[in-house]
């Protein structure tokens, strides 16, 4: 594939315009800012630039160079020599080295001899450096670059090896006496390897980013983009300043040998090396910003690839599931992505070929009420599945596959990690190894398509990788595991068998409130936050059922709002120990209650069913609403809802002894209540209209186009508002329903 750099040419001779309407792939304020006279010079420095169609393979050949220069330009303590690692002695390796080299030593040895010559008959550094791209027109901009570096490499690694070997070789001793090498003057040695090592250092530096950039992938950068077209263009310019600080350095090793053992005066070279080391550094930032935007557009147009890849294999018929569960959750060869929740073992993807597999998908400040629920439904429908050989057998598999967005948190960040392992602790089920193994564009993938915004959601895919479910969660919570397997066939099928009454607004959270359900028992379902409000409430009630001579029941449900938490929680110890009526002491079945509601409301908004005839919506938007307002109370008959009303229920208790009693003993309990809070007391007091919250991180698809007030049946106005949330532990905790 044509690389970035190459490419450039090939543009240039074919006329191209380099203006392609696109997005942008570098700001314009990336790049190297020339001056006037660096534009003059790059216009000759391109007039000698003529390369052919050969390939030199520069970056084996600059970790030759890079190994030379490491070992040449240690202080002077010799030992540090043997601190660094060993060059490989694989013969393949270096087999392949001696090809390289065979193509283009008489290169490095033309230019290295240049170099030489040309600095010591007193030519001009810029003289020079024209000179060597004049002798390498031929290659490109990277392999000028590499092929000048190894000469200095040649002409510098000769010179500290005669160095080094001096004291303890006669050959070198001997050679070095005839290079004029002062060996024995440590301090001439100390200063030009200090002055010289900054330098040399960022002529490594410019020199890997050129050839970094000359690699990138046609594919993804091209040219088309006007900035970055600028960008590449000064790239001969980076490459020129760098030749030159090659001159420079040859020239300086020259001029020491040419003194022989006399000292020499530095200072004027220092300047020289120090102010071309600072122009190098700054050419280098440049060019590694350049790198680091360049990688990240190659990563977005991989990412878009893969989407778009991963999107057509969803529209696509398979005979198992493996394609799919393999490019979500993207396992690399030899690795184990899942944990077995109960062995803790890890285990392959193929424990899932076939299966129906439910994807519990959450970011890592996922409800510990949520997982505690979801693991007791889970838990029930394992052991009652268990066979007459002990081992259970599920129709399903739960995976979880846990988010974090950007992954670059995770990865520096310690406390998510412990995080994330103390969330996978108890799971039972099936999870992701790591989030590290759920790629970007998967992410991506799941928010475009199943529409996850880090809420959890639970996505169902049958045994051939099929998409059952895009969010299974309501109907986990509505009817648990008997919603198998999560079609919406199936949750129409259940939702034909359902009627409005107390059995489904509690079924599956407290057997105690399902065991008060017969013909003889009146039950008030209540919630609210004014703890003065139930005690009235609750006493006026239940002195209303001891008058009447009914067996009534209380219980208290909380509120949906759980940023007020704490508060609930404080009121239902109240409750409990006041004995004003029953209460839940665990905080997950409060969330459960609120959580089921909710789930009924959105699956009959998905399946299309939110008009104002079905009595199972009116009732839910009820109850959701007066929860807004306040207190509010639910009265049952047995299994048989009476009525749904809001606070003022707690007047109609109250004055039960001035009105209504009368009429208990012919109109019956249920029906002498009803008649005057209906009647009388919200003739005064009128009938609140309805009111609704949806997250805007629900799915949009369920957040209904329009919906008619359930008391005065006009239709609801539509509002955007915003909710403060400045403390993360009230955000992580403010109605976190999934839906």
Not at 172 to 186: D, E, G, H, T
Not at 427 to 444: A, F, G, H, I, N
Not at 529 to 546: C, E, G, P, Q, Y
Not at 670 to 699: N, Q, S, W
Request: glycine share 4%; hydrophobic share 40%; proline share 4%.
């Amino acid at each position: 594939m044509e690389s970035l750099i190459k490419s450039q040419h090939a543009q240039k001779q074919a006329g191209h315009s380099g203006k392609t309407p696109g997005t942008e792939i570098i700001p314009a304020t990336t790049g190297l800012t020339m001056s006037s006279d660096e534009s003059m010079m790059l216009k000759l420095i391109q007039q000698t630039h003529s390369p052919d169609a050969r390939e030199v393979q520069v970056r084996g050949l600059l970790s030759l160079v890079e190994d030379i220069l490491d070992r040449a330009t240690l202080d002077s303590d010799d030992s540090n020599a043997s601190m660094l690692p060993l060059p490989t002695d694989d013969k393949l390796m270096q087999s392949s080295m001696m090809s390289v080299l065979d193509s283009v030593s008489y290169a490095i040895d033309r230019v290295a001899c240049e170099i030489a010559y040309k600095s010591l008959t007193g030519s001009d550094a810029h003289e020079i450096t024209m000179s060597v791209f004049e002798h390498l027109s031929s290659f490109h901009w990277d392999g000028k670059l590499v092929l000048t570096l190894a000469a200095f490499a040649l002409n510098y690694g000769e010179f500290w090896l005669l160095v080094q070997f001096y004291s303890k070789n006669q050959l070198a001793k001997s050679l070095a006496m005839l290079k004029l090498v002062p060996v024995q003057n440590r301090v001439t040695l100390e200063s030009v390897s200090q002055g010289l090592n900054d330098l040399i250092r960022e002529m490594k530096s410019v020199t890997a980013c050129v050839v970094e950039l000359s690699e990138l992938p046609g594919r993804y950068i091209t040219l088309d983009d006007p900035q970055l077209s600028r960008i590449i263009s000064t790239i001969p310019i980076a490459v020129y300043w760098t030749i030159r600080s090659i001159v420079a350095c040859i020239s300086q090793i020259n001029m020491i040998t040419a003194m022989g053992h006399e000292m020499m005066n530095t200072q004027m070279d220092s300047w020289e090396t120090s102010m071309l080391a600072n122009k190098l550094k700054n050419i280098h930032d440049h060019l590694a910003e350049t790198l680091r935007l360049c990688y990240r557009h190659i990563e977005k147009q991989r990412s878009t690839e893969s989407l778009k890849m991963l999107h057509s294999l969803f529209d696509t018929t398979h005979i198992d599931n493996m394609k799919i569960l393999t490019a979500l959750i993207h396992p690399k060869e030899h690795i184990m992505p899942l944990q077995d929740g109960l062995t803790k073992r890890k285990v392959h993807l193929d424990v899932l070929r076939r299966k129906t597999v439910l994807l519990l998908i959450s970011d890592l400040n996922i409800l510990q009420d949520e997982l505690s629920i979801f693991e007791q439904i889970y838990t029930e429908s394992r052991s009652n599945l268990l066979g007459a050989d002990g081992k259970s057998h599920m129709p399903y598999e739960v995976v979880w596959v846990p988010i974090v967005d950007p992954i670059e948190d995770y990865e520096r960040s310690p406390s998510l990690q412990k995080k994330f392992e103390a969330l996978r602790a108890p799971m039972p089920w099936y999870t992701v190894d790591s989030p590290k193994l759920v790629e970007r564009y998967v992410v991506e993938f799941m928010r475009e398509r199943w529409h996850f915004m880090n809420k959890p959601i639970l996505v169902v895919l049958d045994p051939q990788g099929n998409e059952a479910s895009l969010n299974a969660l309501h109907m986990i919570w509505i009817w648990g595991t008997e919603a198998f397997p999560f079609t919406r066939a199936r949750e129409e099928e259940l939702w034909r068998r359902e009627t409005f009454t107390l059995n489904l607004i509690v079924d599956g959270i407290d057997a105690v409130i399902f065991n008060w359900i017969n013909p003889e028992n009146y039950i008030f379902l209540y919630g609210g936050d004014d703890l003065d409000w139930i005690r009235r409430f609750t006493m006026a009630a239940k002195a209303t059922a001891k008058d009447s001579n009914v067996k009534l029941e209380m219980a208290y449900v909380g509120k949906r709002n759980h940023s007020h938490r704490e508060q609930i929680r404080r009121i239902s110890e109240a409750v409990r120990a006041e004995n004003l009526s029953h209460s839940w002491a665990e905080p997950a079945l409060m969330w459960f209650f609120w959580a089921r509601l909710e789930s009924m409301l959105y699956s009959k908004i998905q399946l299309g069913k939110s008009d104002d005839h079905d009595e199972v919506m009116q009732g839910i938007k009820k109850i959701l609403s007066y929860d807004k307002l306040g207190g509010w109370a639910l009265l049952s008959k047995g299994a048989e809802i009476v009525m749904i009303t809001h606070g003022v229920i707690e007047r109609t208790v109250t004055v039960y002894d001035r009105t209504w009693k009368t009429h208990v003993p012919t109109k019956g309990y249920t029906k002498a209540m009803y008649d005057h809070h209906h009647d009388e007391v919200l003739r005064e007091t009128g009938h609140p209209c309805a009111h609704f919250d949806f997250h805007i991180t629900a799915r949009s698809g369920r957040i209904p186009e329009k919906m008619n007030c359930f008391e005065c049946h006009r239709p609801m106005e539509k509002y955007m508002s915003f909710a403060c949330c400045h403390d993360e532990k009230l955000l992580d905790q403010d109605e976190n329903y999934n839906f």
